[in-house]
């Protein structure tokens, strides 16, 4: 079986990227997100500095929570691949669930472990959605046999006893 990422770095270099891209994927939807916010909830003349005062509050703040959530899981994904000596999709669904239970261990170990579990089924159904659609996709791109193909022709009437529909010429 290939690996689903073939052209992901190899896991010591993973981890930054992973945390970089975290980081910003964090940092811009914090940003739309508390733009809009602070304009909306900003007086009539302020609406537009108003948006700018919560996306500079707020913005760093939820990307540096994406990139701690992100670095988390590749730490654990990478650890997963080492200790498994595989990459495959269960080193995901495993990274989720480390992932989700260590963020929430200071709430105790009850809260860890249903945060775990429940870290781990979301995972697993991305996992199996991105498995699902790549079947999809690798089917529709799978080149289809010509219809006027004769050893199609052929091979569809040997398949199916010779007998098949046959034209006559009965409309001449």
Same mark, same amino acid.
Request: hydrophobic share 45%; with cysteine; charged share 15%.
């Given at each position: !079986?290939?690996?689903?990422?073939?052209?992901?770095?190899?896991?010591?270099?993973?981890?930054?990227?992973?945390?970089?891209?975290? &980081?910003? !994927? +964090?940092?811009?939807?914090? @940003?739309?997100?508390?733009?809009?916010? +602070?304009?909306?909830?900003?007086?009539?003349?302020? $609406?537009?500095?108003?948006? !700018? =005062?919560? *996306?500079?509050?707020?913005?760093? $703040?939820?990307?540096?929570?994406?990139?701690?959530?992100? +670095? *988390?899981?590749?730490?654990?994904?990478?650890?997963?691949?080492?200790?498994? =000596?595989?990459?495959?999709?269960?080193?995901?669904?495993?990274?989720?669930?480390?992932?989700?239970? @260590?963020?929430? *261990?200071? $709430?105790? *170990?009850?809260?860890?472990? $249903?945060?775990?579990?429940?870290?781990?089924?979301?995972?697993?159904?991305?996992?199996?959605?991105?498995?699902?659609?790549?079947?999809?996709?690798?089917?529709?791109?799978?080149? #289809?046999?010509?219809?006027?193909?004769?050893?199609?022709?052929?091979?569809? /009437?040997?398949?199916?006893?010779? +007998?098949? &529909?046959? /034209?006559?010429?009965?409309? #001449?």
């Amino acid at each position: !079986m290939s690996t689903p990422f073939p052209e992901r770095d190899p896991c010591p270099d993973r981890i930054l990227d992973d945390l970089g891209g975290a &980081f910003a !994927m +964090g940092a811009v939807g914090g @940003s739309v997100f508390h733009f809009a916010k +602070g304009t909306y909830n900003s007086p009539n003349g302020a $609406r537009l500095a108003g948006g !700018m =005062q919560a *996306l500079r509050m707020n913005a760093p $703040r939820i990307g540096g929570a994406f990139a701690v959530w992100g +670095g *988390l899981f590749s730490v654990f994904n990478c650890t997963a691949v080492f200790v498994r =000596q595989k990459e495959d999709p269960w080193n995901s669904v495993i990274a989720g669930a480390a992932t989700h239970g @260590s963020l929430n *261990l200071r $709430r105790g *170990l009850g809260a860890a472990a $249903r945060s775990a579990v429940f870290g781990g089924c979301l995972l697993a159904l991305i996992e199996g959605v991105g498995i699902v659609l790549n079947n999809v996709v690798d089917e529709s791109a799978r080149p #289809q046999p010509p219809v006027d193909d004769p050893n199609l022709a052929a091979a569809t /009437a040997t398949a199916t006893g010779g +007998g098949g &529909f046959q /034209a006559s010429n009965d409309f #001449q």
